[in-house]
């Protein structure tokens, strides 16, 4: 089976969430569309200082909160993964890109960083 392909669709719409998350002070450190090995599609992976780190379901709830108030619609909610930040991926990233001036619209991919490879990526942002 070949690899799906990100377009300026998921793009968009990923940016939309982010924006939601920031209106809600969520601000995620860390926002990227990534292809990893263990999912057959990309993910939104989105890491924030504040959202709950301790539960994973109120985590993904205070996200789908956010989508919500800003009218996202459930058929465009993209497939998320948060992680938290001391995730050695996430911790991995901040170390490698964190003082760099701009990171939208790198791409990563074909590397580990910390314990994961990423096979293909889209960056909003690392901080």
């Known amino acids: 089976m070949g ?3 990100l377009v300026s669709f998921d793009i ?4 939309e969430v982010i924006d939601a998350l920031d209106r809600d002070d969520k601000n995620p450190k860390v926002a990227l569309w990534a292809k990893l090995p263990d999912y057959e599609s990309w993910r939104l992976v989105i890491a924030s200082d504040r959202l709950d780190q ?6 993904y709830s205070e996200i789908v909160e956010a989508m919500d108030k800003a009218g996202i619609p459930i058929h465009r909610q993209p497939s998320i993964l948060m992680f938290p930040m001391d995730n050695p991926m996430i911790a991995a990233l901040r170390s490698i890109f964190a003082s ?4 939208y619209g790198m791409r990563l991919g074909g590397q580990g960083f910390g314990d994961q490879y990423l096979e293909d990526a889209f960056v909003y942002r690392i901080r």
């Open 12 to 15: 968009e719409n990923g940016k």
């Open 3 to 5: 690899t799906e392909t």
């Open 100 to 103: 760099a001036k701009e990171t």
């Open 54 to 59: 301790k539960s994973q379901f109120s985590g």
